[in-house]
């Protein structure tokens, strides 16, 4: 089977509030959506970058040039069989470098369409064990505690089973400290996003006391020997995020004791099928990952929900129901938070995410056609 047609559009879907890490501030999704078209078969994948290479290298501009000019036209000519397409993907994408959200978002939407054509669900094809999925929040940093702990207060009362909030000197021990008067036990983690340097681990180390599900990339984005250093250190699991950019760097980082837990995001890793294969060494090594998130649409979402039905998914993902996100989404289905605080992993074939196409148009910025010869 050749390729029919494969659409790329860049998009801007506005947040429901502005996103604060400790090094940058998001005010919508800027991704990238793929649509890919093969033997009557649809696939949806999305590629969550950002305008700004804050979190990574790439951008909304260099994953737009990377897939339009390389990597479609590395895939157009060649043939696809069912039983191989998603290690033929992986295979033809192998010499390509660094560059892996735009990877992965193409290698998604195979992932989709592969389902759909066997007609049987994402989470199912993956080896997806759950019919549910516990999932918490990610919160941005805050002008001052009070608000934060309005805002958790409320995502508790929805249903939410863990909080994450965002870290930054000046904004972490105190905010910690405080959420800790209010909730003694709650699950409660807390992201960096590199901002600290190893000279800050007594500093970090006195977030021990508060019994922190992880302390996430406390380190450089590119570094793992620093954080085996500070993990040594620190009472609190450390999580790597950032610096796992790879299945060899997820094994090295095992090897080194860069971190007890991993976050696994598709998109950082190059897509599903690295993805997996670091839940799978992870879990060999009974070391737990959770699934990461990056403010996706509802299409990369529907992706993220069917990963964390892994086994070895352990701990609740940042995958928090879409309108927690948008205003509107580009879905006509979005996941909507269950009274035991879970998502529902959809079983329809392929993610199960429907697309309001009539929406995605009126939000694309440029838009553009590939057909093979
Ligand atoms: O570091 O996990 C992160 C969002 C954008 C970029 C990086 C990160 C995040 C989040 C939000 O923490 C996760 C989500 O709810 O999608
Ligand atoms: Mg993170």
Excluded at 4 to 11: G, K, N, S
Excluded at 163 to 173: A, E, H, M, Q, V
Excluded at 234 to 261: Q, W
């Amino acid at each position: 089977m050749k390729i029919d047609r494969i659409e790329i559009r860049r998009i801007f879907l506005p947040y429901v509030k502005p996103f604060t890490t400790s090094g940058w501030i998001q005010s919508g999704n800027c991704g990238i959506i793929i649509r890919v078209d093969m033997d009557g078969v649809t696939g949806w994948g999305e590629a969550p970058v950002s305008k700004e290479p804050f979190y990574i290298e790439e951008t909304t501009g260099t994953a737009w040039s990377v897939i339009k000019e390389i990597l479609i036209p590395l895939l157009l000519e060649n043939n696809f069989e069912i039983e191989t397409m998603t290690e033929n993907i992986n295979k033809i994408f192998s010499g390509i470098r660094g560059n892996k959200f735009a990877v992965a978002g193409l290698e998604s939407a195979f992932w989709d369409l592969l389902a759909k054509m066997k007609n049987i669900s994402l989470s199912r094809m993956l080896g997806g064990t759950r019919e549910k999925i516990e999932v918490g929040v990610s919160i941005g940093i805050q002008e001052n505690i009070p608000s934060l702990l309005k805002i958790i207060d409320g995502y508790i009362k929805e249903g939410y089973k863990r909080i994450k909030i965002k870290i930054k000197p000046g904004w972490d021990l105190e905010p910690v400290r405080e959420i800790r008067k209010n909730w003694k036990d709650f699950l409660l983690q807390a992201d960096a996003n590199s901002v600290y340097k190893l000279n800050d681990a007594e500093h970090l180390s006195r977030l021990d006391e508060y019994n922190l599900l992880l302390i996430e990339q406390p380190l450089a984005h590119d570094d793992l020997y620093e954080h085996s250093v500070l993990q040594k250190k620190l009472k609190t699991p450390i999580c790597l995020d950032e610096s796992i950019t790879s299945i060899r760097h997820a094994r090295s980082a095992m090897e080194m004791k860069a971190c007890r837990i991993i976050n696994i995001k598709p998109s950082r890793v190059g897509g599903l099928s690295a993805a997996r294969e670091i839940h799978n060494i992870a879990q060999k090594n009974n070391m737990p990952v959770w699934c990461g998130g990056m403010l996706e649409t509802g299409i990369g979402r529907a992706f993220n929900v069917a990963l964390a039905s892994l086994p070895n998914f352990k701990l609740p993902g940042d995958i928090s129901a879409n309108k927690r996100y948008f205003e509107k989404d580009i879905v006509l289905n979005p996941f909507e938070l269950n009274s035991d605080g879970t998502l529902t992993v959809l079983d329809a074939p392929g993610t199960g995410a429907v697309i309001d196409e009539k929406f995605l148009e009126k939000i694309t910025l440029e838009k553009l056609l590939f057909f093979h010869n």
